[in-house]
């Protein structure tokens, strides 16, 4: 059943860059609506929104690719597949063809270059949580944060036995946080509150993985504690804010407002 998705998918897929191709092969000199008559784009002039199209489809392409690569592996060869296979690369070519008219200075392969070397690093173990942590935003960006990407931050947030590394996980994560992982981060902040609050990083980041979870009373009673008393004006403030609450004032506002009232 996986090899009969993929299939489809890369049949839908095909449709799509061709369609998309052959709207590129013959591109219109379009009139931009502030300009005078007979003043036009120029073709030296590429648009950056379709440099950035025709690099979100390079890299579909290349991971359709490898998926089938993988599983031709598994199956004996078929025909038709075979011939799938063919089309997608000679539309490969023809977009590289294309880009390169459009894009002499090589930008665009520059920057398939860069988001690949991202990738790469984020699934490296071997290196440092924070620097694997940072490639996220890359790759967010142009929708290669996928699920084996994923799951390799859900792994450093598992296995990082420092807070910090939790932390570093959880905001590469941010917006792709599993039921399991906001357990896991109610059950650590309780424990760094009880520990005398030691990682503001990561209770910053943890406020923002809990708040998908409100109306939760479990939840809310964890971050009404840290409104209240989180050393961190900044922190005690950001769960304030998710819970309804008044915002704190430091000790520097305090001191201005009994200013100003004595004056």
């Known amino acids: 059943m996986k090899f009969i998705s993929i299939l489809a998918l890369l049949l839908s897929f095909g449709a799509i860059g061709t369609i998309l191709y052959q709207d590129f092969a013959k591109p219109e000199i379009a009139m931009t609506p502030d300009r005078q008559d007979g003043e036009t784009y120029s073709k030296a002039e590429p648009e950056t929104n379709v440099k950035d199209e025709l690099l979100r489809i390079k890299l579909r392409l290349s991971a359709l690719e490898k998926a089938i690569d993988n599983k031709t592996r598994e199956i004996e060869p078929i025909p038709q597949i075979q011939e799938e296979v063919a089309e997608l690369s000679n539309l490969q070519n023809d977009l590289v063809e294309y880009a390169l008219n459009i894009d002499p200075l090589d930008v665009i392969g520059a920057q398939e270059r860069e988001i690949e070397e991202a990738y790469n690093t984020l699934l490296d173990e071997s290196k440092s949580a924070g620097l694997r942590a940072r490639q996220a935003v890359l790759l967010k960006r142009y929708n290669m944060f996928d699920e084996e990407a994923v799951q390799s931050m859900t792994d450093l947030f598992h296995n990082s036995e420092q807070l910090n590394g939790k932390a570093l996980a959880l905001a590469a994560l941010k917006g792709y946080e599993t039921k399991e992982i906001q357990d896991s981060v109610l059950e650590s ?62 000790d520097k506002n305090k001191r201005k407002d009994r200013a100003r009232d004595d004056g």
Do not use: H
């Open 189 to 250: 902040l309780s424990l760094d509150v009880a520990n005398g609050y030691k990682s503001g990083r990561f209770r910053y980041f943890g406020i923002e993985a809990l708040e998908p979870l409100l109306p939760n009373s479990e939840v809310e009673a964890m971050l009404n504690q840290i409104a209240q008393n989180d050393p961190e004006i900044k922190i005690a403030n950001r769960a304030a804010k998710t819970v309804g609450l008044p915002a704190r004032q430091n």
